[in-house]
């Protein structure tokens, strides 16, 4: 039966390494075709090469012109601060009093979850981010709802409820025992249904007890196939808390690693003041790093090093830290990403960016094989992107006169407006109107 075929013709690009340290670690096919069977990606190659490979009747969809990647993957988000974004104040911790904890307490409503988490994928899609990896809120309805929403468009999602038990006003407080009782209930609901995978999330050090950090990490064990999150190292005055509330602790990472939540499938936001110690553990453990630029820059919490992460080999991402993060659109996190490397002293290359937003999430969520690339059988999640989608991406990137030039002019002129289409296991869930 031929007819679950689909093929794409358009120029491709993806990843099978890192290019900042393997040569030939990208495919670009300037005239090539995909070719989608199932859901999966059946073949990614030239199209006059492929073509002839294709079963009678199969439908090819004309992109000429524009660009096909992997969908964007999106290491950090929280959903419930969709509705927060761009709320001003002078740092972190005042920003999370002040528009957090009250945005967060309207999440004990599943149809106001559901209501936000349904605009929330939209807008991820519109953007071509394709999988996150979410915070949703404390409450367990938060969870549901955000699932419910994934499923119905058969995005892969990776989320959890928030545990916090301290610190924090009294209507976002879990307990030790509640809020584990509650992730692995949510667990057993949702972890691997259909592409749904769950996340273990502690929102950071100062809002849970010891005891809570201890439970967390013993579900972890428990669970290790599950993912798990949270924030270390973002700001300063976040680190001189953790520094008197830990006064026993190496330092803020140490804490975590203290509790046994250093492993594969760990996802870390921020890690701006790390020691090379911290590298050093994260690397030996697989735990990966989610940069998170707009986000960073937007609350002042400083600049991301990249020169120090790469001599440790820690696993890289981006993401966009919505509601700290200014923006849901990848190509904007590049953006920043580019700048804030570069003051740093780091050149960070287009081709690299665009790994780190597909390839280089799959890989810190070990999910290469699964999403971040075109090889045989991987899921087809994929985004159309539209060099000429404004007037001045147009002009600039018809006087681009290599591939890393007009990837660069995607990545610093780019945003919701570069993306034609989204699709997610081969069906369009976005669709420019143009
Ligand atoms: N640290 C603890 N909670 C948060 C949050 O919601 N956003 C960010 N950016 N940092 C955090
Ligand atoms: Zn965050």
Redesign the pocket.
């Known amino acids: 039966n031929t007819s679950t075929f689909q093929a794409y013709r358009a120029s491709l690009l993806h990843f099978n390494d890192d290019p900042a340290y393997h040569a030939n670690a990208h495919h670009w096919h300037e005239d090539g075709l995909l070719i989608v069977n199932d859901g999966k990606v059946h073949l990614a190659g030239d199209y006059a090469q492929l073509v002839h490979l294709l079963p009678e009747g199969t439908p090819v969809h004309d992109y000429r012109g524009k660009l096909i990647t992997p969908g964007f993957i999106d290491t950090h988000v ?1 959903y419930p ?1 969709t509705d927060m974004i761009a709320s001003p104040a002078p740092g ?1 911790l005042p920003w ?1 009093e002040k528009y ?1 904890f009250p945005t967060e307490r309207k999440f004990a409503n599943p149809a106001h979850a559901t209501n936000v988490a349904s605009f929330f994928l939209d807008e991820l899609t519109r953007c071509g981010t394709t999988t996150a990896m979410v ?1 949703c809120t404390v409450h367990p309805q938060s969870v549901d709802a955000f699932f419910g929403e994934s499923e119905k468009r058969n995005l892969r999602m990776v989320a959890g409820k928030v545990l916090m038990d301290r610190n924090c006003p009294d209507f976002l407080r879990d307990t030790a025992e509640s809020g584990v009782r509650e992730s692995e209930e949510l667990i057993k609901r949702w972890h691997k249904r259909g592409r749904q995978l769950y996340a273990i999330t502690p ?2 050090a100062p ?1 849970s007890t010891e005891a809570q950090l201890e439970l967390a990490g013993a579900l972890a064990k428990a669970y290790p196939d599950t993912f798990l999150q949270t ?1 270390v190292a ?1 700001n300063t005055d ?1 680190v001189a808390w953790v520094k008197s509330l830990f006064p026993n602790a190496r330092s803020y990472m140490d804490v975590y690693d203290h509790y046994g939540m250093l492993r594969p499938r760990s996802m870390y ?2 890690c701006i003041w790390l020691d090379d110690a911290d590298r050093t553990r994260m690397a030996a453990t697989q735990s990966a790093i989610s940069i ?1 630029p707009t ?1 960073n820059l937007f ?1 002042g919490s400083g600049l991301f090093d990249f020169e120090r992460a790469d001599a440790a080999q820690v696993p890289l991402s981006l993401a966009t ?1 919505v ?2 993060g200014t923006s849901f659109s990848m190509l904007q996190t590049m953006n920043e990403a580019y700048k804030v490397a570069r003051m740093g002293g780091t050149y960070l290359q287009a081709m690299r960016m665009f790994y780190l937003a597909t390839l280089g999430g799959a890989r810190s969520m070990q999910l290469e094989g699964t999403i971040g690339n075109f090889a045989p059988g991987t899921e087809a999640d994929f985004v159309v992107l539209d060099p000429k989608a404004t007037p001045l991406l147009a002009r600039r990137t018809e006087r681009t006169d290599s591939l890393e030039e007009l990837l660069f002019a995607i990545a610093l002129l780019g945003d919701d407006r570069t993306v034609a289409a989204t699709y997610a296991a081969g069906k369009a869930v976005h669709q420019r109107q143009d």
């Open positions: 929280h601060q972190l999370l957090t915070y929102r950071f809002t924030h973002e976040e936001a921020h998170c986000s609350l830290d509601g700290g």
